[in-house]
């Protein structure tokens, strides 16, 4: 029976077919690797997946942690399902041998960890957010740190989490006030320590007794000499915070003063602690003084810049999480609905017919083909960016590392954004499919757009990640991003020219080349504004404008190799299957691509109506 899950055939499509992820084994870091034991890491993550945590998803859900003053109590199969992973050494797959990893590429990593997210989001969450937590310190703390905190983290003795957020601050990071004193006392191996006081909210995974110790990186300001906090980005700084402190031995010792001081209800990920943490409030006195003892990681005020390292992994993190649950809730829609007979053709109304499969309406189809643009081509998406950290990390040559970097800065606002804004459509829509059952609890895919909403919020909103791919992407470098992306945007079309195919791949090649031209123009008429408030007004539009075009690309390079792979008569469910990815393809060029003309032409005539309106006029 197919799993719903995921699809294992387009992933190995998108790996094996589209990406190539067998050439990076001819790379030194990956040459230990081949198909077969990039195969084997794929099916050992299906089969915990859905043997661990598919099973408790929904009780996840019902039975979401409580905290009765003391201590968060969690269903016991969240430890089992966790265990059961770290046990598998899938928290370090894409570590050195040197940290017990399986040195995988990070396409590979990610197709891993998919099916985790896809089978149950909130017990995944603890892994990913250790899993970048470790990544973070690995690139900025000292070797003593590394030893006593990112080695536990990678064995899952450890979980971690990353402290940003304060309750009068949001996303406003340079207002955050958590304040990081120096220690007169030296830390362990006489590193310098500092004592934290503050606030942070909304902190996934910031308690629970899953593991022996919680490491949170926690943002804060220290002080000056007149024991003023530097205003601004510029006076952060990153810590290390755990939640025990760790002995000579390396194990957890004294509890250090973070506390829990309630639990977040959300409406979804529910499964998951989401925490308002108090640091330093005097509840606990580590080493015989109140205080959250923390240590620097990197150079003061360098902690926006240290802990980007972990937001922008992430942002592709978050992006996989939305295109999964689009892919799992699709795979669940297209099951009930060619289960559920209901209804007959309208030109069939003979009530004593059998009724039909509802995948037999037109307008059920149009919505599975909806779903599965949109998923299909949000896995896509987040998989290709995934290949980009390995071309930035492991080409050979210098030049092809420096384009993969700049193709990979401007994708990142749209891989996390675009999938968290239509694949929660895709949801929206697997629960059309399912009719009035689909608002039930009894049935899964109300609970997949619950879960899914919140990827809109999660690292960054779609306001500030449009800011950031217009005010700084598209324009950065002299454009050499916006460049880097057009560069590989026009071989596609070139590419999809030369073929000799029996379907029309040169239209949607001439239709995409006739929008990206249009949104270099446009771009340019905003910046000539002359007004950043003008040119910045629209820009979660703007994101979303060329987001869609994107994906239009993505889906005109995967139709390129169904084409290709048709022309090789392949097998019956091969032929069906890559019929699929090109109906999917026309579907998005005749259904999605033209909704981005009319965001082109507001966007070109300035418009201002948003910005000019007033607070007293709502």
């Known amino acids: 029976m197919q799993s719903k899950i995921l699809s294992r055939r387009d992933l190995d499509f998108l790996l094996y077919e589209w990406l190539d992820v067998e050439a990076l084994t ?54 089992t399902a966790l265990d059961a992973f770290s046990a598998a050494g899938l928290m370090a797959a894409g570590q050195d041998y040197e940290f ?11 197709a891993v960890t998919a099916y985790f997210t896809a089978a149950n989001v909130a017990t995944s969450a603890y892994i990913f957010l250790t899993i970048g937590n470790a990544n973070t310190l690995l690139k900025t703390a000292t070797p003593q740190q590394i030893a006593r905190f990112v080695r536990p983290l990678y064995a899952g003795k450890f979980f971690g989490t990353m402290c940003l957020s304060e309750p009068q601050a949001g996303s406003s990071l340079s207002d955050i006030s958590t304040r990081a004193e120096p220690d007169p006392v030296d830390g362990p191996d006489g590193e310098r320590q500092y004592r934290l006081s503050g606030n942070k909210m909304w902190i996934s995974a910031g308690e629970h007794e899953l593991a022996g110790n919680i490491v949170h990186l926690v943002l804060a300001k220290i002080p000056g000499p007149d ?26 010792g004294e509890r250090n003063d973070v506390v829990l001081a309630g639990l977040n209800h959300k409406m979804g990920n529910r499964g998951t602690t989401n925490c308002l943490l108090n640091f330093g409030e005097g509840r606990y006195k580590p080493l015989g003084k109140a205080g959250a003892v ?26 996989l999480g939305a295109a999964v649950l689009g892919v799992t809730g699709y795979l669940h829609a297209l099951d009930y609905a060619r289960s559920r007979p209901q209804g007959r053709h309208p030109a069939e109304k003979d009530p004593v017919k059998p009724q039909l499969p509802i995948i037999e309406h037109t307008d059920v ?22 290949r980009l950290v390995d071309e930035q990390r492991t080409a050979p040559d210098a030049d092809a590392r ?14 996390k954004s675009w999938p968290s804004q239509w694949c929660v459509e895709a949801n929206s829509l697997a629960i059309q499919v399912h009719g009035g059952y689909g608002y039930t609890r009894e049935y899964n895919v109300e609970q997949f757009y619950r879960d899914n909403r919140l990827n809109a919020i999660h690292e960054g909103t779609h306001g500030i990640h449009g800011l950031d791919l217009l005010g700084r992407k598209a324009s950065i470098q002299e454009g050499a ?7 590989e945007i026009a071989a596609t079309i070139a590419r999809a020219r030369a073929a000799d195919v029996s379907v029309d ?29 003008k040119t910045l007004a629209n820009a979660s539009l703007y994101l979303e404008a060329v987001g869609h075009t994107v994906v239009a690309w993505i889906w005109l390079e995967q139709a390129l190799v169904a084409t290709r792979a048709l022309s090789a008569s392949p097998s019956a469910d091969d032929s069906n299957f890559y019929h699929g990815k090109l109906q999917a393809s026309r579907y998005f060029f005749h259904w999605e691509l033209p909704k981005v003309q009319q965001q082109l032409d507001l966007l070109a005539s300035i418009d201002t109506t948003t910005l000019d309106m007033q607070d007293a006029w709502f």
């Open 227 to 252: 024991g003023r906090l530097i205003p601004g980005v510029k006076g952060i700084s990153l810590f290390i915070v755990p939640k025990f402190l760790v002995g000579d031995d390396g194990e957890p």
């Open 365 to 386: 189809r149009r919505m599975l083909l909806a779903q599965k643009a949109y998923a299909e081509g949000a896995m896509a998406l987040v998989l290709y960016s995934a």
């Open 481 to 487: 991003l916006f460049k880097a992306i057009g560069g």
């Open 294 to 319: 923390g240590y620097l990681v990197g150079q003061p005020h360098q902690g926006l810049a240290n802990m980007f390292h972990m937001m922008n992994e992430a942002r592709i993190g978050v992006g």
């Open 26 to 79: 001819a790379r030194p870091r990956f040459s230990d690797h081949s198909r077969e034991t990039f195969n084997a890491a794929i099916d050992t993550a299906e089969q915990i997946a859905t043997d661990l945590f598919a099973p408790h998803n929904k009780k996840n859900d019902q039975h979401e942690p409580h905290f009765d003053g003391q201590t968060v109590t969690i269903i016991p199969e969240v430890k």
């Open 402 to 415: 420096a384009h993969a970097g700049r193709l990979l800065d401007f994708l990142t606002p749209i891989t």
């Open 100 to 110: 017990d990893g399986m040195q995988l590429p990070c396409v590979l990593e990610k």
């Open 505 to 533: 791949l040169h239209a949607n090649a001439d239709l995409l080349e006739e929008q990206w031209q249009r949104i270099a123009g446009v771009t340019k008429t905003l910046y000539a504004a002359g007004d950043m408030n």
